[in-house]
C-alpha cells in the first residue's frame, strides 16, 4: 500500500500503515506520514546528534596550531574537518523532517537543544586528541553503529557514512597512542593523564542508567534506538579492556574486573551528580562552547548576509538579462 | 563491531584514510637525486621558500577552525589549509633531500628559529575577518598558481611532480577566494566596506612577492625556477578580471618597508612570526626526543 492510498483510509489507516513499516524493519521515508511524537523525537535526536559533531570540532581545533609533527597536524585538521561533515550530513537529515538548520543553531546557542557532555570537558595535553579518538570516537560507533538501522531512512544513510569516517578517527587516535607509548616517559605519562580524565566521561557518553532514561523504551518501539544505554555501556568497556592492556595504560576504575559468570567486565558507576551538572550547564567547558559557537554565528553574520545580497542581485540582474 | 580490535591495530596503510595523512614520507619512491648542474644547498634553499609560504599560511587558514560562518565554509577553508600543509610536507622534505642535511619535514619545520624561516611576509599578517582573510588567499592563491603552472617544467622532477599536483588544488583556491571577494565587493554596502579593508590591509605585502631573490635567481638560470617578477603580468590580468566585478578598485596602499633592503626572502619578518612560530613549535620543542 502508498502513503496516497493510506491517505484515503484517514488517521487509523496511516498509524496502521506507520506500525507495519515498524514491525516489518523496513524504513520510513521522508514523505512517509509518521505520527508527531516520532516525528519530533527524532528531529531532537539527530539535531543533538548534529550539535555534538559540530560543538565537538572544539576540543580537537584547539591543538591543530600547536600539533607536534606535520602528519598529525594533517591527520587532525582532516579529522576536525570530517566532524564538520558529519554535522552537514545530519542537519541535512533534520531538514527532511521539515525543520530549519538556522533554528537549530539559534537553539543551540540559546541552551534549549543539548550536544554531547563530553565535549565540555578541556583538552591538556597532545595525548587527548589521540585518546578522543581511541574512547571518544571509539564510544560514538559503539552507540551509531546500530542506528545504521534506524527506522528513520535519512538518519540511517547518514549513520552508515558517519559511521565509516568514526571507525578512520578511532584508529588514527589509537595508533597515536601506541606511538606515543612507545616514546619517551613524559610522552607515557601524558597518555596515561588523558586516559585518567577522559574514562568516566566515555562511559557518560551512553547516558543515564536505564532506570532513569524513561524514553528509552518509546525510542525502542519505534527503532530510533535498538539498545539501552546500559547494553551499550557494557559493550564499549568490554570491547575498550583489552585496547588499553595492549596499549599499556590503566583504565580509573579499581572495581573493573572480569566476571565469568556474566561473560562481562564488571565496572564501577560513573558520577552521575557531575554528569547532571555538566548536562544542566556547569561543566569546565560548557560556557566557553557555547559562547565559541555564538561567536561564530554572529561574527559571520555580515557574510552571510553579503552572500544573500548577492544571489539578490543576481537573480534580478538574470531576470533584466531574460526581459 | 567485534572485530574492532583488531582493526585497530592492524597496521598496513589503507587508501581510505584522510588524503594526504596516511603517509610517513610524502616523497617516499620518488627519485630523489639532484639534477646534473643544479646546486644542492640552493635548491634546497628554494624549496624551503615554497615549502615556508605554504606551512604559514596554512597555519593562518586552520586558525579559522570552528570560527567560520558557515559549515560549508569550515569545510572548504579546513581544506585550503590542508592543502598547503600537503604542499609543506613535500616541499620541506624534498628541501631536506636537497642540500645534502638529511633534515626530514618536522626537523625543518619545528627546529628552525624565525630568521630562517623564507617565506614572504604575506603569509605571517594575522588573519583578521573574512575579508581579509579571503583577499589574501586571492592574492597568495593568484601568485603561486602562476608561479606552479611554470614549476611544472622544472628541470628538477621532484619540484616539477609536486607542481603539477598542487596546480589543480591552488586553482580551486584561487576560484573560491575569487567568488568570495565578488560576493563581498558586490554584496552589501558593509561588506563591500569590508572587502575593501582586507585588500587594503594585504595590498601593501604585494610587490615582495614579484622581488626575486639572489636564491631565486640562480634557481632560474639553472631551469629549475621560476623569475618571480615574470609573474606580475599575468598575476595583475587575473586580479583585474575578480576586482571589476566585485566593484573594487585596486587600491594604492605603498608597499611596505625592509629592513636593511631585507624581507621574508632573506628571514627577515614581521613582528607576527616569532608568535606564530611559538605556538606552532612549542610542543614539538619541549619533547626533543619524543615520538609522535
Ligand atoms: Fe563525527
Ligand atoms: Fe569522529
Redesign the pocket.
Same mark, same amino acid.
Given at each position: 500500500m502508498t502513503a496516497t492510498e493510506a491517505v484515503a483510509g484517514g488517521e487509523d489507516e496511516l498509524q496502521r500503515h506507520f506500525d507495519a513499516t515498524i514491525d516489518h524493519d523496513q524504513r520510513v521515508e521522508p514523505r512517509d506520514w509518521m505520527p508527531d511524537g516520532y516525528r519530533g523525537t527524532l528531529v531532537r535526536q539527530i539535531a543533538q546528534h548534529a550539535h555534538s559533531e559540530i560543538i /565537538?570540532m572544539q576540543p580537537e581545533a584547539n591543538w591543530i596550531t600547536r600539533a607536534p609533527s606535520l602528519r598529525r597536524k594533517a591527520i587532525l585538521l582532516a579529522?576536525v574537518q570530517? %566532524?564538520a561533515g *558529519?554535522g552537514l550530513y545530519l542537519y541535512s537529515a533534520t531538514e527532511t523532517l521539515g525543520v530549519d538548520r538556522t533554528d537549530l543553531t539559534d537553539k543551540l546557542v540559546e541552551g534549549r537543544q543539548k550536544y554531547s557532555s563530553i565535549f565540555n570537558y578541556p583538552t591538556l595535553n597532545f595525548a587527548d586528541i589521540g585518546v578522543i /579518538?581511541w574512547l571518544v570516537?571509539g564510544a560514538?560507533i559503539v552507540n551509531q553503529v546500530p542506528l545504521c538501522r534506524c527506522s528513520y531512512g535519512p538518519y540511517a544513510r547518514a549513520m552508515i557514512r558517519v559511521c565509516k %569516517? %568514526?571507525s578512520f *578517527?578511532q584508529r588514527q587516535g589509537y595508533e597515536l597512542l601506541l606511538t606515543m607509548m612507545s616514546g619517551t616517559d613524559e610522552q607515557r605519562r601524558m597518555v596515561q593523564d588523558a586516559t585518567d580524565r577522559w574514562w568516566w566521561p566515555s562511559l557518560m557518553m551512553f547516558g543515564p542508567p536505564d532506570g532513569d532514561s524513561p524514553n528509552t523504551r518509546q525510542s525502542m518501539a519505534w527503532g530510533i534506538k535498538r539498545h539501552t544505554n546500559d547494553e551499550l555501556r557494557q559493550k564499549f568497556v568490554d570491547m575498550t579492556v583489552p585496547q588499553a592492556e595492549t596499549l599499556g595504560v590503566t583504565l580509573p576504575d579499581p572495581g573493573l574486573a572480569w566476571n565469568s559468570e556474566r561473560g562481562h567486565h564488571d565496572f564501577g558507576e560513573p558520577d552521575w551528580d557531575e554528569f547532571k551538572r555538566v548536562l544542566h550547564g556547569n561543566g569546565p567547558c560548557n560556557a566557553q562552547r557555547v559562547e565559541r559557537r555564538r561567536a561564530a554565528r554572529e561574527d559571520g553574520q555580515w557574510v552571510r548576509d553579503a552572500a544573500a545580497a548577492y544571489a539578490a542581485k543576481q537573480a534580478d540582474r538574470e531576470r533584466g538579462a531574460a526581459v | 563491531m567485534d572485530n574492532a580490535y583488531e582493526a585497530l591495530v592492524e597496521s598496513e596503510g589503507d587508501t581510505r584514510w584522510a588524503f594526504g595523512t596516511g603517509f610517513d614520507d610524502p616523497l617516499a619512491g620518488v627519485d630523489a637525486t639532484v639534477p646534473a648542474g643544479v646546486d644542492g644547498p640552493d635548491l634546497g634553499a628554494y624549496c624551503l621558500m615554497l615549502g615556508d609560504d605554504a606551512l604559514i599560511l596554512s597555519h593562518r587558514l586552520s586558525e579559522w577552525c570552528t570560527r567560520a560562518h558557515e559549515l560549508e565554509d569550515e569545510v572548504a577553508l579546513a581544506n585550503i589549509s590542508l592543502d598547503l600543509l600537503g604542499q609543506t610536507r613535500m616541499l620541506l622534505a624534498r628541501a631536506g633531500q636537497a642540500d645534502g642535511s638529511g633534515r626530514d619535514e618536522d626537523r625543518l619545520a619545528y627546529f628552525r628559529d624565525e630568521e630562517h624561516f623564507r617565506n614572504v611576509r604575506l603569509c605571517e599578517l594575522p588573519g583578521g575577518d573574512f575579508g581579509r582573510t579571503i583577499a589574501r588567499l586571492l592574492v597568495f592563491a593568484s601568485w603561486r598558481l602562476a608561479a606552479f603552472n611554470r614549476l611544472g617544467e622544472s628541470r628538477d622532477p621532484v619540484l616539477a611532480a609536486i607542481a603539477a599536483k598542487a596546480v589543480k588544488e591552488l586553482t580551486y583556491h584561487r576560484d573560491y577566494a575569487a567568488r568570495w571577494l565578488v560576493r563581498l565587493g558586490d554584496g552589501t554596502d558593509h561588506s563591500h566596506q569590508r572587502a575593501r579593508e582586507g585588500l587594503e590591509a594585504v595590498w601593501p605585502l604585494v610587490d615582495e612577492l614579484f622581488e626575486p631573490h639572489d636564491v631565486e635567481r640562480r634557481m632560474v638560470g639553472a631551469g629549475v625556477g621560476v623569475d618571480p617578477a615574470s609573474l606580475r603580468e599575468e598575476f595583475d590580468a587575473v586580479l583585474g578580471q575578480v576586482l571589476e566585478p566585485a566593484g573594487l578598485a585596486t587600491p594604492e596602499t605603498p608597499a611596505m618597508g625592509r629592513v636593511g633592503g631585507r624581507a621574508g626572502r632573506d628571514g627577515v619578518h614581521t613582528e607576527h612570526l616569532g608568535y606564530l612560530l611559538a605556538e606552532m613549535q612549542g610542543l614539538a620543542r619541549a619533547h626533543p626526543e619524543a615520538t609522535w
Open positions: /565537538g579529522k570530517d %566532524e *558529519h /579518538g570516537d560514538a %569516517e %568514526e *578517527h | -
